[in-house]
Structure formats: C-alpha cells, structure tokens
C-alpha cells in the first residue's frame, strides 16, 4: 500500500503526463490496505494445483474455509483511519465477518478465472459496500441482514431462509449504531455520518425479513449445504446478528458451523464439533439464524 506522500509524488507526475487527470480526483480513488499476501498466495496455488475452480462455488468455499482453520481471531481490522474509508484486507487476522467474505471472494475470483490481489480487493469492495461501491465511512454495509439483502439484489447470494421450514417474520430492529456512535471510530470522529446511518437503520427495520428459529435448525439440516452463509441472530438490543459465519458438511453427513471464533477457548477460526441445531443452542441469545446461498459468479 502507498503511503500518502508517494500516492502525491505519483499523483503529481500523472497530472503532469495528463491535462485531463486531476490530482483531488486521484487522491479521492478508493483506498485499500492488504496484509497476508503469503495467506493468498498460498491458497491461489493450492487451489489451482488441486483445480478447485471447477467445484461447485459452495464445495470450493467449503475447501477455502478449511485452509484458513486455525488462523487468529482478530477484531477491528477494517478500522485504519478514524476519517477516510480504507477497504482493508486481513488474512492474517481474521473476524467472523471477514473469515466468511474472504472465504466467498476467493471463491469468486477462482471461478472467474481472475485470481489476482488487485480481483480479490476489487471482489471484496464488491460484497462488502452498498451497491458494490466503496464511497464513506456510511457505505459499509455493517449489519448483517443488510449485508445479505445487498449482495441479494447484486447477485452474489440467494437468501433460501424463507423456504426453510419453519421459517418466521424476523422482528429484531437495528439502532445500536447510532445509539452508541462513541463505540465506532469514525462515528465519534465523524458525527455527520450518524444521521447518514440512521437512514440505513430506518430502511433496514422497514423490510420484511425471515430467520429460521433455533428450535426448527434441526428439521432444516438437510436442506443446508457446504459453504452456504449464516448469521446468529439474537435477543441483543439494536443489532440483527450477533454473530456469522460458514456451513460444512462433513464426510458423516453432519452439517457444522465454521467460524472465526471469539471464545477465549479458541480465538482461531474453527470447525465447531456440535452439529449446527446443537451450536446454536450453545448460547441463550441466540434466537435463530438466517441463510444466504452464494451464487455461481
């Protein structure tokens, strides 16, 4: 990643090479930051010596979560700079979040044909920003259910929750964000920007939704599949989900939760040993789960 004074010198001579380029225009392209490229470079070479392209997108995100087993829990990662938005990139270090987004971009990127570091930052700022376009701080998507009904509408997922059976009107509302603005970097930096997120809040709370609750995952199992995406919700005021992470099938036909785990007993990412209808009774706020299915790019 350039540093601001070589992203200047460089800007400077661009300018200089051409009228039409402006140097404020340069300097407000996305930023990105990557850490972990013997992580990438590892995985990209394993999966095509092995031709995990041709797998199905679920079967390949499955065999990308397994190769990051056992990596570090390591929250806050996408917080560099309290006053300018940076898509950051961590396979070092990873969330809950950034473990099941990692997993699914690499997939994209392999069976796209495209397994570069620059596809990968592109694919990430894809799923991870409202319409798949990086702007401020506001266009993140950071809650969960809004996460999936974008990357819905954008193609990369379908949301299978409401045909598992069982399913039910989801009803938990959002708010914590701006409630609590002094918990978030750029919020207590940037106040300007509560008001932009409370109008996500207000969309968000607004849509009909379903999750599938804890007492009907075990008669949904079947239905469920490697690779597939899930988030926890829960009885946790002003939040959907307090929790995500991947499904994996293993070889005794058991559906599993794979995670990156913030239990002080494994802070790793992790293939939970309970069945997932088990894990998810592992807490009482756990309430249900919703799922999204990714989709062939």
Known sequence: MLTRRELIKSSALLVA?????SLAKLLQAPRSSFIGDDVFQRLIAKAQQNGWDKLP????????GTELLGTPYVGHTLELDANAEICAINLAGLDCVTFFESSLDLARILKQGHPTKQAFIDAVRFTRYRGGVQGDYTTRLHYTSDWMWDNVKKGTVANITPSLPGAAPFTQKVGFMTEKPEDYLQLKANPAFVPKIKVYEDII??????YLPV???ADAESLLQTGDIIGITTTEDGIDMSHTGLLYRTSDDVIHFMDASSRR???KVTLETPRLSESMRMSKRNTGIMVVRPLEP
């Open 215 to 217: 007492d009907k995952i």
């Open 17 to 21: 090479a051409s009228p039409v380029l």
């Open 57 to 64: 997108i679920g079967e390949l995100i499955g065999k990308i």
């Open 265 to 267: 007993v494994n802070m």
């Open 205 to 210: 709370n607004a849509r009909s939704m379903s």
